[in-house]
Every structure is written in C-alpha cells, then in structure tokens.
C-alpha cells in the first residue's frame, strides 16, 4: 500500500523507450522490465501485486481470472488503439479502468495499409525473392505481371478512422473508386470527404478488385473473412488484413491463396499470433509481416505517451484521457 506521501505503484509490461520510463518515474513508482522477458499470466499477476496501474501493448489478457488476484489495480492503459486483450465487462465488474491509444497511429498505420496493398497487387515480395534467389535470368513480358491499383475498385470492412484515412488514400492518390462497410452507415458529410460509398458486405467482396480489413476484433467479428466469404470475391481480387488475427479465417485463406481462388493477400496480423498458420507459409502469393503497421518511432512513442497520459491523468488527476468504460464504471458506482 502507498502511503500519503509515496507514489503509487504502476508496472510497465514491456521494454519501452527510456523517456517513456522516466516520464513514468517522475509521477510513479515503476517496476519495468528493461529485458523484455515474456511473462505469462501467473507471473504477470505476481507482478500486479500492490500496483494500481499496468502501461499494457495489447496482448497482455486482462480478464476476470487475474483481476481477482490484482485487488489494488484501478487502471489498465493499453499503448494501442486496439483492446482485445481487454475483458472489459470484466474490468468494469472489477473497477478496473481500461484505456486506449486512438489518433496517433491513424495515418501511419493508413500509410501501411497501403504499402501492403502496393506490395500484395505488384508482387514486390516474391519478385524479391526471386531476384534474391539468382533467379533473374531476362526480362519477359509477363514476368511478375500484377494487378493494377490505380482506378481500381477499393473495398474497406472497418470504416473508423484508419479505415477513412485509407479511403482518402485510395481516392485522392490513386483514384480508385472506393467502397465500404461498417457496423453503420457514416454521416454523408464524413462520405463525401472520403469519397466512400457504403455498401453491403456481399456487394463490397462481389465488387472490389482489393478488400481491406480495418475493422476492430470482437467475438462477434471472428472469421469475417471465411471460405464462403472469398468465394465470393473475385479470383483477381487481393485481400489485406491490418485490423487483428482471427477476423480472417487463415486456413481457409490459405486454401484459396493455394487454388487460386484469389490473387493474392497482404497479412500484417494473424490467428494466434505469432505463429502463422504453417499453409500460409507454403503459398507464394501472400506478403506476411509481423504486426508492423504502427511500427515508426514517432508513431509508437506518441502511442506510448498516450499510455502514460492515462496513468498520470487517472491515478494523479483522476482523469484519464481515453477511457474505455468510465462511463459504465461510474453507472456501477451509482448504480
Ligand atoms: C500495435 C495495433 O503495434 O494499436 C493497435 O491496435 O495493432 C498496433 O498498433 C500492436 O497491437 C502491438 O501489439
């Protein structure tokens, strides 16, 4: 327990930029982990132990089984805008303030999202390979021979503000005539500032010549993307997945990577990560990175400083800025 005077206990999960630490030094008592040991869940809650706030990077399971044993946390702050990892019902029932990191990563995370399109349609991975591979003997007219971007017909699944930054991506770089489908409609001024048109989810997969998913993870997203769903799609079509692991059903994608069902696919995230299904591995028509999109120093320190902002907002001042379920955590206390 702190005493009057002491700072409280906070735990950082993960190494992180040495400013981000020491910023949290000036207001906490830190216990990091400058090695970036793994730790499981036992160790995670022995960790937890005394510490009223946990600076969490979005995979570090915060459910109903290891706040039981954290009965001092009051704050989870996630350095990501997405939160999974999060059990937020749970949380709530605990008292337990979530936090997210949204807007800092937008635009590079948009920039990513385009950079595997890119590389998935003009086949800029396995050209490379085979380059690499001393392969390259002459030119011919059809070697490596992609799909066109440009005027293309782009289709988002997840229009949040990643999704709406990609969309004016497509649509004022690449002119590309683009489609989208979300939980709900967006306000028509928001569509005509991306210049999307919403679509049903079978329109969008029958109609685009590339599918984007940039949509968050939640039970009821699992397998968006499954084997009737790419039989929908067009054999010349690609499919990029930056939104999370399991929205695609990755076996079945690999099936249809194999048989041609479709072109190509672009891969930054994956069911059960990061181990990749092994069939993914053996088709040559899909670009795999390890959960890169955010992955610029700007970006993951302003995303970092989000976090911190939280501790310091919720556990000094009392108010965090991005919280997830403050406002079922104050239904709870006056309920
Ligand atoms: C993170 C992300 O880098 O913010 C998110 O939700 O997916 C990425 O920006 C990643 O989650 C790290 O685990």
């Known amino acids: 327990m702190p005493t009057q005077n002491s700072k409280p206990a906070v735990l950082l999960t993960r190494?992180?930029?040495?400013?981000?630490?020491?910023?949290l030094r000036a207001h906490f008592e830190v216990e990091s982990n400058p090695d970036d040991a793994s730790w499981d869940a036992a160790e995670l809650a022995r960790r937890l132990q005394g510490k009223s706030g946990v600076f969490t990077t979005g995979v570090e399971r915060m459910d109903a089984a290891l706040l039981a044993q954290c009965p001092m946390l009051k704050i989870c702050a996630n350095m990501t805008v997405g939160y999974n990892n999060f059990d937020l019902d749970a949380m709530t029932a605990a008292g337990v303030l979530g936090t997210n990191a949204p807007d800092v990563l937008t635009e590079t995370t948009a920039d990513f999202g385009f950079a595997l399109l890119l590389a998935t349609a003009r086949r800029i991975s396995e050209s490379e390979r085979f380059l690499r591979a001393g392969r390259w003997q002459r030119w011919s007219y059809d070697m490596f021979s992609g799909a066109e971007v440009?005027?293309?017909?782009?289709?988002?699944?997840?229009?949040?503000?990643?999704?709406?930054?990609?969309?004016?991506?497509g649509a004022m770089g690449f002119g590309m005539q683009v489609v989208y489908h979300n939980r709900s409609r967006l306000d028509a001024a928001v569509e005509a500032r991306c210049q999307a048109r919403y679509v049903g989810k079978e329109e969008l997969l029958r109609s685009a010549d590339h599918v984007m998913l940039v949509l968050p993870y939640s039970s009821g997203v699992h397998h968006t993307i499954g084997a009737a769903e790419l039989t929908l799609m067009k054999p010349?079509?690609?499919?990029?997945?930056?939104?999370?692991?399991?929205?695609?059903?990755?076996?079945?994608?690999?099936?249809?990577?194999?048989?041609?069902?479709?072109?190509?696919?672009?891969?930054?995230?994956?069911?059960?990560?990061?181990?990749?299904h092994p069939d993914l591995l053996e088709v040559p028509n899909v670009v795999l990175t390890p959960h890169i999109a955010s992955a610029t120093?700007?970006?993951?320190?302003?995303?970092?400083?989000?976090?911190?902002?939280?501790l310091i907002g919720y556990l000094v001042h009392g108010k965090a800025v991005t919280p997830l379920n403050s406002a079922a955590l104050e239904a709870l206390r006056h309920g």
């Open 150 to 169: 440009h005027g293309t017909t782009l289709g988002i699944i997840g229009m949040g503000r990643i999704g709406q930054a990609i969309a004016r991506r």
């Open 297 to 310: 120093p700007g970006t993951r320190r302003a995303m970092a400083d989000v976090a911190v902002d939280n």
């Open 236 to 276: 010349s079509a690609t499919l990029i997945n930056i939104a999370r692991g399991g929205i695609v059903d990755d076996a079945a994608l690999a099936t249809a990577l194999r048989t041609k069902r479709i072109a190509a696919a672009g891969l930054d995230v994956y069911e059960g990560e990061p181990r990749v």
């Open 15 to 23: 190494a992180i930029f040495p400013e981000i630490v020491e910023r």
